[in-house]
């Protein structure tokens, strides 16, 4: 099947810098890549939708200047988070909807976890 | 909007018997796709099993079975001779079909942890 790979899969970082975490689709073209948020034993909360080669749509209360997305390729989008607080620690995770796909399947990546110290 | 609702935050199970999870929703779409999601503690998510709203028949794959009455938009989850394995937390979700503007955006339940007991 196709496969989203996410990286880093762990990050620990010091308060106030930036954190970047990629997502890349190994096996097929992602027109589009959603990024999520998952708090422990919680759902998933979608952040943005990442269209390539435009720009990143974000959903309501999501912060655009905190957390940029950028989808240079068809294969490729990153999610950078700037300024990073320990509040921003969390588990983030990528999905990816393949071109032509049908149904909308989407292909999800092994998720990122980001601890801010 | 549309909103996926799962009731039961936690189950459990003993090894080889049947669970159902349950999940509703709210939408004034008539076409579109509904999911189970796996979220072992690995925590890579998996797909269990897809139902397209626009065909009657429930679906199935192996041990997992779905009932899908649309007209009550629920849509639950048997998982029939559990395994050990099946311990996850399981997410319902809720997408709209592609093309004419919609992008397959997941709207997830709040989920359901089910423990399969030896």
């Known amino acids: 099947g196709a496969v989203v790979s996410q990286h880093p899969s762990r990050v620990i970082c010091k308060s106030g810098t930036s954190v970047k975490i990629e997502c890349r689709s190994l096996?097929?073209?992602?027109?589009?890549m959603f990024w999520y948020r998952q708090f422990p034993k919680q759902s998933l909360m979608l952040m943005a939708t990442?269209?390539?080669?435009?720009?990143?749509?974000?959903e309501q209360g999501v912060e655009k200047d905190k957390f940029l997305i950028n989808h240079a390729s068809l294969t490729l989008s990153t999610l950078t988070v700037t300024s990073a607080h320990p509040e921003d620690s969390s588990f983030y995770i990528c999905?990816?909807?393949?071109?032509?796909?049908?149904?909308?399947?989407?292909?999800f990546g092994e998720g990122s976890r980001l601890t801010v110290l | 909007a549309q909103t996926v609702t799962q009731s039961q935050p936690e189950m459990s199970v003993q090894e080889a018997e049947t669970v159902t999870l349950s999940c509703t929703y709210d939408?004034?779409?008539?076409?579109?796709?509904l999911f189970w999601y796996k979220q072992p503690p690995s925590r890579q998510m998996i797909l269990v099993i897809r139902?397209?709203?626009?065909?009657?028949q429930n679906a199935t794959e192996n041990r997992f079975s779905v009932n899908f009455q649309k007209a009550a938009k629920s849509f639950s989850l048997k998982i029939s001779d559990s395994q050990l394995g099946d311990t996850a937390m399981y997410f319902c979700?809720?997408?709209?079909?592609?093309?004419?503007?919609?992008?397959?955006?997941?709207?997830f339940g709040q989920g359901t942890t089910l423990q399969v007991k030896p």
């Open positions: 939408t004034s779409e008539s076409n579109y796709y």
């Open positions: 990442s269209n390539e080669g435009s720009k990143a749509t974000y």
């Open positions: 139902q397209e709203a626009y065909k009657q």
């Open positions: 999905s990816a909807h393949s071109q032509g796909a049908q149904y909308g399947e989407l292909f």
């Open positions: 096996d097929f073209q992602a027109t589009t």
């Open positions: 979700a809720f997408m709209k079909p592609t093309g004419s503007g919609n992008t397959g955006k997941l709207i």
